[in-house]
């Protein structure tokens, strides 16, 4: 990837850094995942036995360190034992600590959708093992928003009490958070507006959200506001095909802001393995790394220099395209 040309890994420096936080706000996140345990945000300020980490190995496994688990909020963010992100949804409702998917699931479906993003934002890069991320050395902050006792179908039921989360966590701990929304629909809400002005105007975040999949009982285009990505402060981005082809299945709309690929998209999926889906769900998350490397090349850009960086210095063909339809 020619970004990666940019650093010079033979003098020991590499692409991006663990302070760049890259959060999924989704279905949850398999962090035990053999390419994912590497990248997880470990959240230093609740690690209450100052060994430097919140998560361990035990076995083949990782696992919350004991010694951090003192059911207090050390880091006072609001949030007891939030070790590696938080989990706002639980079983019933319930908040807890912990943002794994719902055991139990199939591998690779729907509830691994929170996994297969989590790869795209930040997948553990030269490792020799399955997939590599843009973002190379950030990390990946886990939100689990559906709860668990939505049966059969799995739903996004608390996201916006997830990018509140992940846009307060990620501030007291570093100071931003690039929030990933692969989720949404055609319902405009004031209250999800008033959260992300919140993220983005209290707490320096970046907020980057699937643009949709066109109809939603098939996958004809569609001319369609689509929210979060449609809300003010949001990065809204539409998926693309080999290429860069527009194969006339996805959302547009004047409030689509970039594209990226958006078909046949490899990445992690619950358990040791990969998958391969498309949509929105994965251009998002695909330009959200991009961001998370830019982010650590200029330090010093807050949320509206980020965003203004990326949309400025985007190919402007998606615009065309989207004049033409």
Known sequence: ?????????????????????????????DWDH????????????EDANGNGVT??????????????ENNIDDDNNGYIDDLIGWDVSGTIGLPDNNPTPKPGVSTGGTWAHGTHVAGLLNATTDNTTGISSVGFNCRIMSV??????NNPDVYITDGYDGILYAAKAGFYSVGSTIINCSWGSTQYSTSGQATINVAFENYNSIIVAAGGNGVEDGWGQE????????????IAVAPLGTGDSWNNWATYHETIDISSPGESIRSTKIGTGYV????SSMASPNAASVIGLLSYYYPDFNNVDLRERIEETAGDFIYDLRDSL
């Open 1 to 29: 990837m020619e970004a990666w040309d940019l650093w010079y890994p033979e003098f020991g420096v590499s692409p991006g850094d663990p302070s760049v936080l890259l959060a999924s706000v989704d279905t949850g996140v």
């Open 34 to 45: 053999p390419d994912l345990r590497n990248s997880l945000w470990n959240n230093l300020g």
């Open 55 to 68: 998560v361990i190995q035990q076995g083949n496994s990782w696992i919350f360190d004991p010694g951090d």
């Open 144 to 149: 689990k928003s559906s709860e668990e006792d």
């Open 223 to 234: 001319y369609s506001e689509h929210f979060p990505s449609s809300f003010n402060h949001v």
């Open 276 to 279: 391969n889906w498309m949509g």
